[in-house]
């Protein structure tokens, strides 16, 4: 799939060369993922790590946080449980990771609902810099300073990017990525995933993904991973974003031909994620935009 940037047709695979090596790159050097997560979907988010082929530490307390953010190879922040005692860890192990030259991933769960959240969010954004931000539209909308319509930790359904709104999506996804400097990865029926410079949106995925708790916390974690074994961060986030597209449409379909539930859903999405390979990406549903 081909798209149009800076008004010169550019090819996919251009954009995209050598991201189906970042599975197998991430599996070769299973890198150390500290993720500072949200205690409702924490264990998921350490199965999804360690289906990827990475080492999830979900450490959270303050006094050992430098010691452990020298470890990992990235650093994940979640916010979605937040309270001061773990925003005081997750400022001290972001200040290591950025000493160490570490990428970190901010996922601001539930900005825009609380100002305590929208604002820690954004001190996490102004201070430490992190490689990626990846959200929901309504939170990224709200530390945009655009009044996202939040509800609670999930999106506003009249605010998702569907197929009619990818040129809006773009334009807010690569305006934010070059003022925060960081990969903006927006997460909805398209994904956008920008660095100013370079913009797509990944399809797939499937609605059965919105009945499980997590799917998000987890897509964060992944990115996490991969950013550890990936130095270009756009291709990672793009590449982690398609492997939580496919393999939730790949566990949705076995969920539905057996008849089963959501709580079935999770399993097989957390095996569909252990037994992907990068080969699987060249079926992503990627936009150049």
Same mark, same amino acid.
């Given at each position: 799939?081909?798209?149009?940037?800076?008004?010169?047709?550019?090819?996919?695979?251009?954009?995209?060369?050598?991201?189906?090596?970042?599975?197998?790159?991430?599996?070769?050097?299973?890198?150390?993922?500290?993720?500072?997560?949200?205690?409702v979907?924490?264990p998921?988010?350490?199965?999804?790590?360690?289906?990827?082929?990475?080492?999830?530490?979900?450490?959270d307390?303050?006094?050992?946080?430098?010691?452990?953010?020298?470890?990992?190879?990235?650093?994940v922040?979640?916010?979605?449980?937040?309270?001061?005692?773990?925003?005081?860890? =997750?400022?001290?192990?972001?200040?290591?990771?950025?000493?160490?030259?570490?990428?970190?991933?901010?996922?601001?769960?539930?900005?825009?609902?609380?100002?305590?959240?929208?604002?820690?969010?954004?001190?996490?954004?102004?201070?430490?810099?992190?490689?990626?931000?990846?959200?929901?539209?309504?939170?990224?909308?709200?530390?945009?300073?655009?009044?996202?319509?939040?509800?609670?930790?999930?999106?506003?359904?009249?605010?998702?990017?569907?197929?009619?709104?990818?040129?809006?999506?773009?334009?807010?996804?690569?305006?934010?990525?070059?003022?925060?400097r960081?990969?903006?990865?927006?997460?909805?029926?398209?994904?956008?995933?920008?660095?100013?410079?370079?913009?797509?949106?990944?399809?797939?995925?499937?609605?059965?993904?919105?009945?499980?708790?997590?799917?998000?916390? =987890?897509?964060?974690?992944?990115?996490?991973?991969?950013?550890?074994?990936?130095?270009?961060?756009?291709?990672?986030?793009?590449?982690?974003?398609?492997? =939580?597209?496919?393999?939730?449409?790949?566990a949705?379909?076995?969920?539905?031909?057996?008849?089963?539930?959501?709580?079935? =859903?999770?399993?097989?999405?957390?095996?569909?994620?252990?037994?992907?390979?990068?080969?699987?990406?060249?079926?992503?549903?990627?936009?150049?935009?």
């Amino acid at each position: 799939m081909s798209g149009e940037t800076n008004g010169k047709r550019i090819d996919r695979d251009d954009f995209l060369s050598g991201w189906t090596a970042i599975p197998q790159k991430v599996r070769a050097a299973s890198p150390v993922v500290h993720c500072i997560t949200n205690y409702v979907t924490a264990p998921w988010c350490a199965d999804a790590v360690l289906a990827a082929g990475a080492a999830p530490i979900m450490a959270d307390e303050p006094d050992e946080m430098a010691e452990i953010a020298s470890l990992a190879g990235a650093l994940v922040l979640n916010i979605g449980t937040l309270r001061h005692s773990r925003l005081t860890a =997750m400022r001290l192990a972001a200040e290591t990771a950025k000493r160490l030259a570490r990428p970190i991933v901010l996922d601001p769960v539930g900005a825009g609902a609380s100002r305590l959240r929208t604002e820690s969010a954004l001190e996490i954004v102004r201070e430490f810099r992190p490689a990626a931000v990846r959200g929901n539209i309504s939170e990224i909308l709200a530390l945009a300073g655009r009044g996202g319509e939040t509800r609670g930790v999930d999106a506003s359904p009249s605010e998702l990017v569907g197929r009619r709104r990818l040129a809006d999506g773009a334009r807010l996804a690569a305006s934010l990525a070059e003022k925060w400097r960081c990969v903006v990865a927006i997460s909805g029926p398209y994904d956008i995933v920008s660095d100013g410079a370079r913009t797509c949106a990944v399809g797939g995925g499937d609605e059965m993904m919105t009945r499980i708790t997590g799917c998000g916390c =987890m897509e964060s974690a992944l990115l996490g991973a991969y950013l550890a074994a990936e130095p270009d961060a756009w291709k990672a986030a793009v590449a982690a974003m398609a492997l =939580m597209s496919l393999c939730g449409q790949r566990a949705a379909r076995a969920v539905r031909q057996a008849g089963e539930g959501t709580a079935s =859903m999770r399993i097989r999405l957390l095996d569909a994620v252990s037994l992907f390979t990068g080969g699987e990406l060249t079926a992503a549903d990627v936009k150049i935009l």
